[in-house]
C-alpha cells in the first residue's frame, strides 16, 4: 500500500494548506467580477413558496420578438436580448413588468423598484404584498485551468437560486442550485479562517467547462429576511461571488507518484469544546473535510473501488480522539466529521494535535493539524463553549452550546433555581457578546444557549428543538461529572423566533418545564408574514390548499397552546414592535385563557412594555421576568394536573411528549390535528371514572406513573365497539414515524441519499450532490451519497443506519428504488418507462414526478424517501421539494407537473398524506383524475 506524508505532495495537494490553524486554509483565490445584472420584474412571490414555483415567465412561452423557445424558460431568458418582451404583474403600476439594470457594488446588488406604489400595495394587502421576486442575468468568463474542467467556488448570499449557462448552449433543462438564502457565508463560522473578501467556509464547490457563461439568479424579497422597509421601497440585497478555486489541482496535472485525490482540512470549520475546570465540556469533536469536485480516478485501484473515506485521530495530554468508522465523502462535497473525546483525567493541553487518514482503494495519506484548547474556570461565571450530542449514538452532527455558570452561589442548599434554557432569535450567533448580555443571571442559576445548529436553524422545529433538549442533557451529565449541584427543573425563554421557539417547545413538551418566557414571540410562520399572497391560491383547488395548510398544522403553535395549562407562563412584547406586533403575544394570552377557563389566569401573564420596540436594553432583564423567575411556585405534580383537567392536542405524536405523564402515541388520521380531553371541564360529570377520557383522532394513547393511588396501563387504544379507550391487550408495537416532508430533517443518524450506479443516474447523482452541500449550509446536517448497490449491501449486513434515507430515481435507474417499492407499503408503482402510478391512479405526462415519504427499512422511528420522475424534468421538479426551509406546506407525498413553474401548488397533479399503516388515505388526499 502506497503511504504519503503531506510534506511529500506539498506541490499538488490541497493537504498542505491545512498544516494548522494559524494558516489560512485557502491559497489565494481570484475573484472574477461582475459589474452589471440585468433583471425581469418585479413579480408577486408568496411566502415561502418558491419550491413549489420557478418562473413567472413559464406561463408565457415565448418573448414576443423572439424566435427562441426553449423548454425551460429560464433559457429563453437568458439568451434574448435586452429590452425584448414585458410581462403581465399585478405589482407595477400598468400591470406590465419589464427590463431594469443594475450595478454590482462592492461585491453586492441592490434591487428596488421605486416607481412601484409600495404604499397603496400594502395598504390593500398588508405586510404580505411587499413580497416580490425578479429573475437576473450577468455573463461571466471561467478561465481554463490545468485540465478539461476549472474548479471554482461560489458564495450566494441572499440568493434563492442560481444556474450556470453555457452562452452557446442549446440545453434543454437547467441544473439550479440553492442559494444561501440567509447569507451563512457572513457569519462568523461562514467567515471563520478565511482570506479577506475571499469564499466563505459555506461557498459551494464545482468544476465547470472554461467559457463564458450567462449567470442566472433568482431573487426574493422576504419580509423575514429583509425586514420592514418602512416609507422606503423594498430593497433586494444579493451578493452572488465566482472564485477560482487554487486548492484544487487538475487531474491531468498530477504526476502518478502523488494522490488523486485533493483533500483539504477546513479547521476554523471544526468544532472543539472548552475545557471548565481543566475538563471537556462535550464527548464529541467534529473535524471539517472538504474533496475537490476534480476527484479523479485513482491508477492504483481497482476501477469500481473510487470511493475517498476519511478517519480522524488526535491526542493531547488525558485526552483522545477516535472516530468510529470511515467516512464517504463525495467530490465537492464538505462533510464535518465527528469523532469521540476520551479523557482520561484533568488536562492541560493548549490544543489537540489532528491526524486524518485519507484513502482511496489502495492508496492512503494522512494530513495533519491541530485545533486548540480554551481552559474557563466554573468560578468566574464566564460563558463555556460545550459540544453536542454527548455521545455517537445521539444526533447525527456536532454542534455547539454556551454554557453560562452562576455569578454567584445560591442561597439557599437546598432550594437551587431552575436551569435556563434560552432560545436566540433569527440570525443571532450563539456565542455573540450581544446575545448572552441579554440574558437575566440569578445566584445559583445556570443559563444554556443551545445554537439551534444554526443562527436560524429550524425555527426551534424538529432538529433544532432536539438539539436545544439535548443540550440541557448533556450539560447536566457534564457539570455533575465535576461536581456541581444543578437543577432538575429548567424554564424556557426566547426572543423574537426564539420567542415563537419557547411556544413551540414548551407546547409540545409541557412536562419538561417549570416555567416559560416568551418575548417578542409570534404565533406561527403564517401570522407572521400571511400566506395570504400566495401565487398557488389563484390555480389551486382549496381541497388541495387545505390539504397543503395541514402539512403545517404541526407547527402551528396556536393550536398546541392547551397544552400550556398548568405551566406559569409570561408573556412579553414591546408596545411599539413593528417586527412581531404585540397582537401576536395578546393573542397566545387569549387562546391559553380561553383554554384554561378564566379571564385572569394565575398562571399566564402578559407584559407590554410601553415606548419600546422589538429589542431593547435589558430585554431579556425586564422587571417582570427577574420577577417570574424568582417568585415560581413549585411544580405541580402529575395527579394535581390530572384531577384539574386539560386537553392535550398534536398533529404529529413523533414531535409532541406528554403531559402529566399521558401522551397521544398514535393517529387514526395522521395529517389531521388530534387532541386528548382529560378531566376536561366539558366533559365532566357525577360519577365519572377517575381518569375521564375523550379523544377526537386519536388511535393509542400512553400513561405513565401513579394516579389516584392506581398504577395505570401503560397503553390505551380506541375500541369503536367501546366507544372508549380500553386496555391495549396486545403488546403495543412502535407506532410510525409521521411526515409531513419537513420531518425528513430530523434523523436519528447521519442522512443517506441512495443514486443509481448506471450511467443513467448521473442526473440523480448532481441532485444528490447538490442536496448535500444544502443541507450542510442551512441545517449543519451530515449526509453520505450511496450507490444504489453498496445501499443494498448495506441493507443486507445492517450497515446502513438509522438515519433517514431519500432515493433519488425510479425502479429502472435505482435498484434500491425498486426494492422499496417491491415491499408494496405505499400505493406508489411504476408500471412502464414513463408511467407512475398513485392508488391505481395513472400518470403519465412528461414532466411530472413524484415525491413520497417511505417507512424505513429499519427503526420505526425513522423515515425514507423517494424522489422519481417520469423524465430528467419530473424527477428535476419533485427534487425541489426537498426539504430546505422552514414554512413549506409539502405532506407526506406530492405529484409535480411543469405547470407547477407558473400556477405554483396549482400545478401539482396530487398531494397528500398516507394512512395510519402508510396505505392511501382518501380523507386526506387529493388528486385531479378519479
Not at 361 to 387: A, C, F, N, Q, Y
Not at 478 to 490: E, I
Not at 593 to 618: C, I, K, Q, T, Y
Request: charged share 20%; glycine share 8%; proline share 8%.
Amino acid at each position: 500500500m502506497a503511504r504519503f506524508k503531506e510534506a511529500e505532495v506539498a506541490q499538488h495537494s490541497a493537504a498542505a494548506h491545512s498544516q494548522s490553524m494559524a494558516e489560512t486554509p485557502h491559497a489565494v483565490r481570484k475573484h472574477l467580477p461582475v459589474k452589471r445584472w440585468e433583471a425581469a420584474g418585479p413579480f408577486p412571490a408568496g411566502m415561502r413558496e418558491h419550491p413549489l414555483t420557478a418562473s413567472p415567465l413559464a406561463a408565457f412561452g415565448r418573448f414576443a420578438d423572439s424566435n427562441a423557445s426553449y423548454a425551460d424558460p429560464e433559457l429563453t431568458f437568458a439568451h434574448v436580448a435586452y429590452g425584448e418582451g414585458d410581462w403581465p404583474s399585478e405589482l407595477p403600476t400598468g400591470g406590465r413588468a419589464g427590463w431594469a439594470a443594475f450595478e454590482e457594488k462592492d461585491g453586492e446588488v441592490e434591487i428596488a423598484y421605486p416607481d412601484v406604489q409600495w404604499a397603496q400595495l400594502r395598504s390593500d394587502h398588508g405586510w404580505a404584498a411587499l413580497q416580490y421576486s425578479v429573475l437576473l442575468r450577468t455573463r461571466i468568463d471561467i478561465p481554463p485551468g490545468n485540465g478539461k474542467l476549472t474548479p471554482v467556488l461560489v458564495d450566494a448570499a441572499q440568493v434563492v437560486e442560481y444556474a450556470f449557462v453555457p452562452a452557446s448552449s442549446s440545453e434543454q433543462l437547467l441544473s439550479w442550485y440553492a442559494g444561501d438564502i440567509y447569507g451563512y457565508c457572513n457569519t462568523p463560522s461562514g467567515s471563520a479562517g478565511t482570506e479577506e473578501n475571499g469564499p466563505s467556509n459555506y461557498a459551494r464547490a464545482l468544476a465547470l467547462a472554461p467559457g463564458e457563461y450567462v449567470v442566472l439568479v433568482r431573487a426574493l424579497y422576504e419580509c423575514r429576511m429583509f425586514g420592514d422597509p418602512g416609507k422606503k421601497p423594498p430593497t433586494i440585497k444579493i451578493g452572488l461571488r465566482v472564485f477560482l478555486d487554487d486548492t484544487s489541482t487538475s487531474a491531468d496535472d498530477i504526476p502518478s507518484s502523488a494522490p488523486h485525490v485533493n483533500v483539504i482540512v477546513l479547521p476554523k470549520l471544526s468544532l472543539v469544546p472548552d475545557l471548565m475546570d481543566r475538563w471537556a465540556m462535550g464527548s464529541c469533536v467534529s473535524v471539517a473535510v472538504r474533496v475537490s469536485p476534480l476527484n479523479a480516478p485513482s491508477p492504483y485501484s481497482p476501477e469500481d473501488d473510487q470511493v475517498i473515506r476519511v478517519r480522524v485521530a488526535g491526542f493531547a495530554d488525558g485526552i483522545a480522539l477516535i472516530s468510529r468508522q470511515d467516512v464517504r465523502i463525495a467530490p465537492g462535497q464538505t462533510r464535518c466529521i465527528r469523532v469521540m473525546v476520551l479523557q482520561s483525567g484533568p488536562s492541560n493541553a493548549q490544543e489537540i494535535e489532528i491526524t486524518v487518514r485519507v484513502t482511496q482503494g489502495m492508496e492512503e495519506w494522512l494530513i495533519e493539524t491541530s485545533l486548540p484548547l480554551k481552559h474557563v474556570s466554573s468560578r468566574d461565571g464566564k460563558p463555556v463553549v460545550m459540544t453536542v450530542p454527548s455521545s455517537l449514538d445521539a444526533l447525527p452532527v456536532v454542534s455547539t452550546a454556551v454554557v453560562i455558570p452562576p455569578i454567584a452561589p445560591s442561597a439557599s442548599t437546598t432550594d437551587i433555581p431552575p436551569v435556563l434554557l434560552a432560545l436566540h432569535g433569527a440570525g443571532v450567533s450563539t456565542p455573540s457578546n450581544e446575545w448572552i448580555e441579554t440574558i437575566p443571571r440569578l445566584p445559583g442559576m445556570w443559563v444554556i444557549l443551545p445554537s439551534g445548529q444554526t443562527e436560524w436553524g429550524e425555527d426551534w422545529h424538529g432538529a433544532s428543538l432536539r438539539q436545544a433538549w439535548d443540550s440541557r442533557t448533556a450539560f447536566e451529565a457534564l457539570v455533575r461529572k465535576l461536581g456541581h449541584n444543578v437543577s432538575d427543573d429548567t424554564v424556557l425563554i426566547g426572543h423574537s423566533n426564539g420567542g415563537q421557539g419557547v411556544w413551540h417547545m414548551a407546547a409540545r413538551y409541557p412536562d419538561k418545564f417549570r416555567g416559560v418566557i416568551a418575548v417578542a414571540g409570534y404565533t406561527k410562520i403564517q401570522d407572521y408574514v400571511p400566506y395570504t399572497e400566495c401565487i398557488g391560491a389563484h390555480f389551486a383547488d382549496p381541497a388541495l390548499q387545505g390539504i397543503l395548510s395541514a402539512a403545517l398544522a404541526p407547527y402551528n403553535n396556536d393550536l398546541y397552546l392547551s397544552n400550556l395549562a398548568s405551566i406559569p407562563v409570561l408573556a412579553v412584547h414591546g408596545a411599539y414592535d413593528d417586527n412581531v406586533p404585540p397582537r401576536h403575544g395578546r393573542a397566545q394570552a387569549f387562546i391559553l385563557s380561553a383554554w384554561l377557563g378564566s379571564a385572569a389566569p394565575e398562571d399566564v401573564r402578559f407584559v407590554e412594555v410601553p415606548n419600546v420596540g422589538h429589542v431593547w436594553d435589558g430585554v431579556l432583564r425586564h422587571p417582570a421576568i427577574l420577577r417570574f423567575l424568582t417568585t415560581l411556585p413549585p411544580k405541580r405534580t402529575a395527579d394535581e394536573i390530572r384531577t384539574a383537567g386539560f386537553t392535550l392536542a398534536t398533529a404529529n405524536p413523533n414531535e409532541t411528549g406528554s403531559k402529566a405523564g399521558i401522551r397521544i402515541a398514535e393517529l387514526a388520521v395522521p395529517g389531521r390535528l388530534a387532541r386528548l380531553d382529560v378531566n376536561a371541564r366539558q366533559w365532566r360529570r357525577p360519577g365519572a371514572p377517575p381518569l375521564d377520557l375523550h379523544g377526537t383522532n386519536v388511535r393509542r394513547v400512553e400513561i405513565s406513573g401513579w394516579a389516584n393511588g392506581r398504577d395505570e396501563p401503560k397503553s390505551l387504544v380506541w375500541s369503536k365497539a367501546d366507544r372508549a379507550f380500553v386496555k391495549d391487550v396486545h403488546k403495543p408495537t412502535k407506532p410510525r414515524r409521521y411526515g409531513p416532508m419537513l420531518r425528513l430533517l430530523d434523523s436519528e443518524d447521519t442522512l443517506s441519499l441512495v443514486v443509481g450506479s448506471r450511467v443513467a443516474a448521473e442526473h440523480a447523482r448532481s441532485i444528490a450532490t447538490r442536496y448535500a452541500h444544502d443541507l450542510r449550509v442551512y441545517h449543519r446536517i451530515d449526509a453520505v451519497l450511496l450507490d444504489d448497490v453498496d445501499a443494498l449491501r448495506g441493507l443486507l449486513d445492517g450497515t446502513l443506519g438509522n438515519g433517514n434515507i431519500i432515493v433519488l430515481g425510479g425502479p429502472e435507474q435505482n435498484k434500491f428504488a425498486a426494492w422499496m417499492l417491491a415491499q408494496k407499503h405505499i400505493p406508489v408503482s411504476f408500471p412502464t418507462r414513463g408511467v407512475m402510478t398513485v392508488a391505481g391512479r395513472a400518470v403519465w405526462e412528461a414532466g411530472t414526478g413524484i415525491i413520497a415519504l417511505h417507512p424505513h427499512p429499519f427503526p420505526s422511528n425513522g423515515l425514507a424517501c423517494i424522489v422519481a420522475g417520469n423524465d430528467a424534468l419530473g424527477l428535476e421538479l419533485a427534487a425541489r421539494l426537498l426539504p430546505l426551509r422552514t414554512g413549506v406546506p409539502v405532506p407526506d407525498w406530492a405529484v409535480v407537473s411543469p405547470r407547477m413553474r407558473w400556477q405554483a401548488a396549482g400545478g401539482l397533479v396530487g398531494a397528500g398524506f398516507w394512512g395510519a399503516d402508510w396505505g392511501w388515505s382518501e380523507s386526506m388526499s387529493w388528486f385531479d383524475r378519479e
